[in-house]
């Protein structure tokens, strides 16, 4: 090798030395500036627990209203306190002491109701008149039928639906009653202002369950009958015998 081409060796040799470094440095920056100006975002997926609580909505009970009365099959059932799928209901009555004992050991027979399967009252020989809601407004046993079992009763109902006045007529006799119930709804008290033959008195009847079906109707009570103005208090039993569908 000449002293010239040994001069050129360590020409080059003395220009990659000096370049060599910064080709290093900025590789390195160009790296270093890519990764900053991409960080990498990571979203998390929510845990079990944090999405359950994110879906879950507070729930809302409505509760329904209570109501101290049962629901009834139809109007006219309700109109005799009846429940469920009845097809006949005969009453009977009987003379008894404070206690209920009977005095008498016959029963006396009074009126025996037909019921459809729907629960509307289909008696024969009796006459209804009714309200556009079906509540019953008069009722009229036909006397061919029943003999001296003829009446007729003129109804006022309260919010309840449930009778609240009646007015009863039976040849010469007629009274005007206001009826009381229980939380319950059934029957409890009876206020009834009377007259005959042009004699008035007051008469108060308190009315007692004594036994029940398994459908939940009264098939026994006691009835307490006590005459305001004279102070007489009589009592009776009366009985119903349901028949179901």
């Not at 390195?28 to 359950?52: F, R, W």
């Not at 006396?108 to 079906?134: C, H, L, M, Y």
């Not at 009381?180 to 007692?208: C, F, I, P, T």
Request: net charge negative; aromatic share 12%; with cysteine.
């Amino acid at each position: 090798m000449n002293s010239k081409s040994f001069s050129l060796t360590i020409a080059v040799l003395v220009l990659l030395t000096t370049l060599l470094p910064s080709c290093k440095f900025f590789s390195k920056q160009e790296g270093e500036t890519t990764k900053t100006e991409t960080p990498a975002t990571v979203e998390q997926e929510p845990t079990t627990s944090e999405t359950e609580e994110a879906e879950q909505e507070p729930q809302v009970v409505e509760q329904e209203p209570v109501s101290p009365i049962k629901s009834y099959n139809s109007e006219d059932l309700k109109f005799r306190d009846l429940y469920g799928s009845v097809h006949t209901m005969a009453l009977y009555e009987q003379d008894c002491d404070a206690n209920g004992n009977p005095i008498s050991a016959a029963w006396q027979p009074g009126v025996t109701e037909v019921f459809d399967q729907a629960g509307w009252i289909v008696t024969n020989k009796v006459n209804i008149n009714r309200d556009e809601s079906g509540h019953i407004l008069s009722y009229e046993l036909d006397e061919s039928e029943f003999g001296d079992l003829w009446y007729q009763e003129n109804y006022v109902y309260g919010e309840n639906g449930l009778v609240t006045k009646l007015d009863l007529y039976k040849y010469f006799f007629s009274a005007t009653r206001y009826c009381v119930y229980d939380e319950d709804g059934h029957l409890s008290r009876v206020v009834s202002e009377q007259s005959a033959e042009g004699e008035v008195w007051n008469v108060v009847m308190d009315y007692k369950i004594l036994e029940t079906d398994n459908n939940g109707n009264w098939t026994k009570r006691l009835v307490h009958h006590t005459t305001v103005s004279q102070e007489e208090t009589k009592h009776n039993l009366e009985l119903r015998d349901i028949v179901y569908y």
